[in-house]
């Protein structure tokens, strides 16, 4: 009898093995059809981090021998298909005025050059048209996002010039306010966004920019929805009805972006996904500030008492399934046209359980499909709702730019944050 449970649970187990396999090859075939496409990868600043972007120091075909290693490298990026990268930009938002342009202006330099550099896996791409035709070639399409509107020092010509040197989305704020618009993670300044935010965004309409609303509040989510000409994007957001960060997406937001047309593309931050470890996380930085206060003078007690509170007390796994949890309530909330994958790899320092680094989307898409989603719904997360959105945020400049001239706003002295 003991052998027949054994015999029994063996072949159970292959079933499931054999089924995991198939759901995985489906996703693989989806894959070479249609872009996947992520919205932030932090690669950028990990270069520029780490190697003062010095390109000479770092072997893109292999970062996994870093200490610690990179989430992304041109091999894994091969084996998790990635068809189309946006690289965030990304400068911090300590810099301020002409040095957050300068440092922006380096950060768009770096992505040029490693395109150049490793020109048989990646390809400048500037529209949805370039992105299909450089996956057609088995190529990485890569743009680029700005992160955080302090790096235009509230000028529109500074934004027009990083337009025209490649950028491709801005997110509207970082972790703090702009002189323009409200962040999440700040005390809000300008019921949402100032009049000047507000030509930022007609003028991003009509260049063809992607507005990125990621990191912003809500109340800038729904003015920017009130004005803008185009589809949005949230370039590496999820839902707040299952994780409850300000970073994330609220209902009444989510159940907008039929009628704009936008596309919240999922965060792997553990913060942004489990509403348990956000809970943890607020939990492990307050023992960290008691710490500090406690070993003050002391950066030996201060770190080895950190490491020990953090051995005592780890934080609750979060998963691979938890993250298709929120592209499923996306998907009920808004609709299955409205969602997309937004990583922040390389700018997180833990990640889901399944979801490593860039290796492994086919397996996020396995699990959609292992939920059911049709291979049509999965091609949509994929990449093919970013490429709807992208094709009419062109069509709306295309028609903009043959009416309206640049904008020449310049930011009033009532909207300087004193």
Not at 28 to 37: G, S, T, Y
Not at 52 to 71: A, I
Not at 174 to 185: E, F, G, K, L, S
């Amino acid at each position: 009898m003991k052998h027949l449970f054994l015999l029994l649970f063996l072949l159970f187990a292959t079933f499931l093995y054999s089924q995991e396999d198939a759901y995985l090859n489906q996703a693989r075939e989806i894959l070479r059809e249609v872009p996947l496409i992520d919205g932030h990868n932090d690669l950028p600043w990990q270069i520029r981090d780490k190697f003062k972007n010095h390109l000479n120091q770092v072997d893109l075909n292999n970062t996994t021998k870093l200490n610690p290693p990179f989430h992304t490298d041109i091999p894994r990026l091969k084996t998790g298909m990635v068809g189309g990268q946006f690289w965030s930009v990304y400068v911090p938002v300590e810099l301020k005025g002409a040095d957050a342009v300068q440092a922006v202006l380096e950060q768009i330099d770096v992505v040029h050059r490693f395109v150049a550099k490793y020109s048989e896996s990646f390809e400048l791409a500037y529209t949805a048209e370039d992105i299909q035709r450089i996956h057609k070639k088995g190529k990485v399409a890569s743009l680029m996002g700005i992160e955080g509107g302090h790096s235009i020092n509230n000028s529109l010509a500074a934004l027009r010039e990083l337009f025209r040197a490649g950028a491709r989305y801005m997110t509207l704020t970082h972790w703090n306010n702009t002189q323009w618009a409200d962040a999440a993670t700040a005390d809000p300044q300008h019921n949402g966004l100032s009049p000047f935010g507000e030509h930022v965004v007609k003028e991003m309409n009509r260049l063809g920019m992607l507005i990125d609303l990621s990191h912003v509040a809500a109340q800038t989510m729904n003015r920017v929805l009130d004005i803008t000409a185009a589809p949005v994007i949230f370039s590496h957001s999820s839902a707040r009805a299952i994780c409850a960060h300000p970073r994330n997406v609220p209902d009444d937001v989510l159940k907008r972006l039929e009628s704009n047309g936008g596309v919240v593309m999922v965060n792997y931050a553990p913060g942004f996904v489990s509403e348990e470890y956000r809970k943890y996380s607020a939990e492990e930085e307050a023992a960290k500030a008691r710490i500090k206060d406690l070993y003050l003078g002391n950066p030996e007690g201060t770190k080895a008492q950190t490491e020990a509170w953090q051995k005592e007390n780890p934080g609750p796994e979060v998963t691979l399934q938890q993250v298709a949890d929120h592209i499923d309530y996306i998907r009920k909330t808004a609709g299955i046209d409205y969602v997309g994958i937004g990583s922040d790899l390389d700018g997180i320092t833990k990640t889901p359980v399944g979801l490593e680094d860039v290796s492994t989307y086919p397996a996020l898409m396995a699990e959609l499909l292992k939920r059911g989603y049709s291979k049509e719904d999965v091609k949509k997360v994929a990449g093919l709702n970013v490429l709807r959105v992208m094709k009419r945020v062109e069509e709306v400049a295309a028609g903009l730019q043959k009416t309206t001239q640049p904008d020449d706003a310049l930011i009033e002295e009532v909207d300087t944050v004193k």
